[in-house]
């Protein structure tokens, strides 16, 4: 069963420990406990997302804002660059 691990109480996402498989149940540890079902691929390493997230939202790791979600997100799904837009050193939205 592949793990994934919560730095902060706050964040909506957390960091895959070992490498999963669409379908697998995953155990998170750490600020947050409990199981979900990855709902696809994900590398070692990379993020899932723990709580539905809605379109626009932030993305907290570390409970810091790394991000907004691009398009709404489930429990389960991996996060990366196809559905987090960053949101730091970002001029263009400044000028908006």
């Known amino acids: 069963m592949p793990r994934a691990i919560v730095l902060n109480r ?3 996402v957390a960091t895959l420990l070992d490498a999963g498989r669409a379908g697998d149940k995953c155990q998170l540890e750490g600020e947050k406990t409990g199981e ?3 709902l696809q691929d994900v ?3 990379h993020k899932i997302c ?3 997230t809605s ?12 991000g907004m979600a691009s398009r709404a997100v489930q429990a ?3 996060m990366h660059v196809h559905n987090i837009e960053s949101s730091r050193a970002r001029g263009d939205l400044e000028k908006r």
Do not use: C, R
């Open 10 to 12: 706050a964040d909506n």
């Open 36 to 38: 979900l079902v990855l």
């Open 43 to 45: 590398p070692f390493g």
């Open 50 to 52: 723990v709580a539905d």
């Open 55 to 66: 379109a626009g939202s932030q993305i907290l790791k570390y409970g810091q804002v790394i």
């Open 76 to 78: 389960g799904e991996h």
